[in-house]
């Protein structure tokens, strides 16, 4: 696996922890899968403490799910990472 580092700005960091603060209160039972669509897992570290949470499509749906604030979250984490996503896209 290639990693890559990317450096941030203090306002940049401080939007992120607000975003991820938000998706802490995301619904973990959400069940919901489908036929197609993708899977958005998010593994974190901070401290002593570590979450990995992964959901179907949570942009399907995200208000209804409970996985909004988590759905912000990955797109302004995927708009950091700069994939190159050819359509704009992550549903």
């Given amino acids: 696996m290639k990693v890559r ?3 941030l700005t203090e306002e ?3 939007h992120l922890d607000s975003l991820y603060e938000a998706a802490l209160g ?4 959400d ?13 974190t570290a ?3 403490n570590s979450l990995k949470a992964c959901f179907w499509s949570p942009t ?7 996985l909004a604030a988590f759905a912000v979250l990955g797109t302004a984490l995927w ?3 700069d994939f ?3 359509n704009g896209r992550l549903d």
């Fill in 84 to 86: 190159g996503n050819t």
């Fill in 46 to 48: 901070r401290g002593s």
């Fill in 5 to 7: 580092a990317i450096s």
């Fill in 12 to 14: 940049q960091t401080s």
């Fill in 60 to 66: 399907s749906g995200a208000e209804k799910r409970g």
């Fill in 26 to 29: 995301a619904n973990f039972k």
């Fill in 79 to 81: 708009n950091l990472a």
């Fill in 31 to 43: 069940d919901d899968i489908g036929l197609d669509g993708s899977s958005w897992c998010l593994e």
